[in-house]
């Protein structure tokens, strides 16, 4: 835990900014340049520098170790899911047109939900990462 | 010529930056500066107009890797070993290799040409459809997620595995490392009265106090 006022208040101030950054350029990746990968890293950086300055246990408090095992999970759940609804509604795997039956909304809610998935994995995959790094520390210094 | 002079400069930096890796040996010098080496790239490929390359590179490379790497950092030695033996073989083998990977650029098409076959398999029916056909206007969007949805599927996997795969290794050192500080405690405890023993009285009471004070 990180005891200077400049760092507690910075992060405070940069928190939700950088949460909402990693949004905007997880669901305009279709109109910009971003989309999953990107949305995922941005916003395990703003947990990561919560964790850096508030301490892991402080970190852990928001998504614990479990959830954030789930939420790996959910993301690629999610990415095969649209692939399966894809071909349950009569389309091959992962053809988004399929989704809605017209090519606008289908691509569109198609790309989403997949990013969306990609966002999940990546971001819950960095944080258990920095995490399992940072607590392997922590715990060897007890 | 603006942006050819952005290029050499920025690739000089490159250069730069990788012989000072090189010759420092403190890995957290050189770990900031991979950092660095990450944003040159990150600025190159905007130059490129590889925007969401661009992205990726700052975001992951300069940004998540630099902080795994400094977390990492925190239970290896600060320097790097010197090492004393230069291998003659392995100077050879590099240089070999560096000269045939250059041999190799020759032989790749000039940057930009519209002639190279990178340009002339499916990237043109991409750059004229993916608009009009799927309603997307961003064309790396449409190869990434709809072109190419099973290889996003793939990686999204390869990181999930990635990401499964270091929290078994290191969810299970810290395991091992907290049952190695509960039998040390237990030692402790057990050998108590054997170490009672010291001659002079003062570490003794020293060491009592530490003990319980653990």
């Excluded at chain 1, 389309?91 to 047109?97: H, V």
């Excluded at chain 1, 989704?99 to 606008?104: A, D, H, P, Q, Y």
């Amino acid at each position: 835990m990180n005891q200077n006022p400049v760092f507690r208040v910075v992060a405070k101030i940069l928190f939700a900014p950088i949460i909402m950054f990693g949004l905007y350029v997880q669901f305009h990746g279709d109109f910009g340049p971003g989309g999953g990968f990107q949305a995922g890293v941005i916003i395990a950086a703003a947990f990561i520098l919560h964790a850096l300055v508030f301490g892991l246990q402080a970190g852990r408090q928001i998504i614990s170790a479990r959830v954030n095992l789930w939420m790996m999970v959910l993301g690629v759940t999610i990415y095969g899911a649209v692939g399966i609804v894809s071909m349950a509604k009569g389309g091959l795997f992962l053809d988004y047109t399929a989704l809605t039956g017209s090519v606008g909304s289908g691509q569109h809610i198609g790309i989403l939900v997949v990013e969306f998935g990609v966002g999940l994995t990546v971001t819950s995959v960095m944080l258990a990462l920095f995490h399992a790094f940072a607590g392997f520390v922590e715990d060897r210094d007890k | 010529m603006v942006s050819l002079v952005i290029d050499i400069f920025l690739l000089a930096l490159l250069v730069l930056i990788a012989v000072m890796v090189v010759r420092t040996g403190r890995l957290y010098a050189v770990i900031v500066m991979s950092g660095a080496y990450s944003l040159t790239s990150a600025a190159i490929f905007v130059n490129l107009d590889a925007v969401d390359v661009a992205f990726t590179e700052a975001a992951v490379g300069a940004g998540i890797s630099t902080v795994l790497f400094l977390a990492a950092m925190a239970y290896i030695p600060a320097d790097e070993k010197p090492s004393q033996n230069r291998n003659f073989l392995a100077g050879v083998i590099c240089i070999g290799a560096g000269a045939l990977l250059l041999l190799a650029v020759m032989d790749l098409p000039s940057l930009g040409d519209a002639m190279a076959p990178v340009h002339q398999h499916v990237a043109p029916r991409y750059l004229a459809e993916s608009g009009s056909a799927l309603h997307i206007p961003n064309v790396v969007t449409t190869v990434l997620a709809s072109y190419r949805g099973f290889d996003t599927l793939g990686e999204t996997i390869v990181v999930f595995t990635a990401g499964l795969g270091v929290l078994m290794l290191l969810a299970g050192a810290t395991r091992t490392n907290r049952v190695k500080a509960d039998n040390r405690k237990m030692a402790a405890k057990t050998a108590k009265p054997k170490t009672n023993k010291p001659k002079t009285a003062k570490p003794k009471s020293a060491t009592k106090t530490a003990r319980t004070k653990a």
